[in-house]
């Protein structure tokens, strides 16, 4: 899922991006309103993120712009800006949601999950959005998985999509570039120690032994392996 940063702030700018993409979105960030309905206009993003004083074009202008194009895509402001004249004049526009600076990442992300739920509802395909993997009932949809347990835990979109390739790729090792093809695209590939933060993440949200993981096993050298068939005894 793509997602369309506007904001002037270097720091802000670098900080969100990486926060995103760790998270597994596809981010494109633009410096000013101007150079962000370029991007807008070059390829429509699941959603966006806007600050409200840019250079060039205000984030006001840019939603306004993109409302005339999209009436549906997400758009949540950023902005240190806290009178309530500015909410009401961002909602009036078509915004979806309205963060104060400073604001915490985890608010944030709890945020931006929201509405990659929302997208997912109206864009994935109903019939085949949940699917099982090792008896966990994964429900890309909701961004969540249920363990065997009843335990419920939150996922990435990274994560949904590892576990996707995992569960239809059973007792097959998968080595690291068919995993970054597969669940990163678009030619741009981390190194190798992102995808091991990634699963190693993803372990201590599925696997009962971290240290002795018996769903997805490192293969050294070459990749994982999702154990699909369970052995007797």
């Not at 971290?210 to 068939?229: F, L, Q, W």
Request: aromatic share 6%; with cysteine.
């Amino acid at each position: 899922m793509d997602v369309l940063i506007a904001e002037d702030d270097a720091a802000m700018r670098g900080g969100l991006t990486e926060i995103l993409e760790g998270e597994g979105y596809a981010v494109r960030a633009a410096a000013d309103g101007a150079a962000a309905l370029d991007l807008w206009r070059s390829a429509h993003a699941d959603f966006v993120l806007l600050d409200i004083m840019m250079p060039e074009r205000s984030g006001y202008d840019v939603c306004r712009e993109i409302r005339r194009d999209d009436r549906d895509v997400p758009i949540v402001f950023l902005s240190a800006k806290n009178e309530e004249i500015d909410k009401v004049l961002g909602l009036e526009l078509g915004a979806d949601d309205f963060v104060m600076k400073p604001f915490g990442m985890r608010e944030l992300i709890a945020r931006v999950r929201a509405i990659s739920r929302r997208c997912f509802q109206r864009s994935a395909p109903q019939p085949s959005a949940t699917f099982t993997i090792a008896d966990i009932t994964v429900i890309p949809g909701e961004l969540r998985a249920v363990l065997p347990d009843g335990a419920v835990v939150e996922l990435s979109l990274r994560e949904v999509s590892l576990l996707s390739t995992f569960a239809t790729h059973p007792n097959i090792v998968l080595d690291r570039d068919m995993l970054f093809r597969t669940c990163w695209g678009g030619g741009k590939y981390p190194n190798s120690r992102t995808l091991d933060q990634h699963i190693a993440k993803l372990r201590k949200k599925i696997e009962t032994d971290t240290k002795a993981p018996a769903i997805i096993r490192t293969v050294r050298g070459v990749g994982y392996r999702y154990e699909g068939a369970r052995m007797p005894g």
